[in-house]
């Protein structure tokens, strides 16, 4: 048999993480929001993370995951 648990997953309303820089301060990233994926994810998001710390253009474009769009 398995365990059963329940809790919160860190999930946003259009179920896309948040990969963007801050708005109100380039030295803060974000990278939240991956919800139950957020294993699987987490190689191709810290990629992402540290070419927006090293101010490189992003492999992807992140306009989909910008914390502005909420």
Do not use: K
Request: aromatic share 8%; net charge positive.
């Amino acid at each position: 048999g398995g365990t059963q648990w329940m809790g919160h997953r860190p999930s946003t309303p259009d179920s896309l993480p948040v990969i963007s820089r801050s708005p109100r301060d380039e030295n803060v990233l974000y990278a939240f929001g991956h919800g139950h994926l957020g294993l699987t994810q987490a190689a191709t998001t810290g990629r992402l993370i540290a070419e927006l710390a090293c101010t490189q253009t992003p492999s992807i474009d992140l306009r989909p995951f910008s914390v502005t769009r909420f």
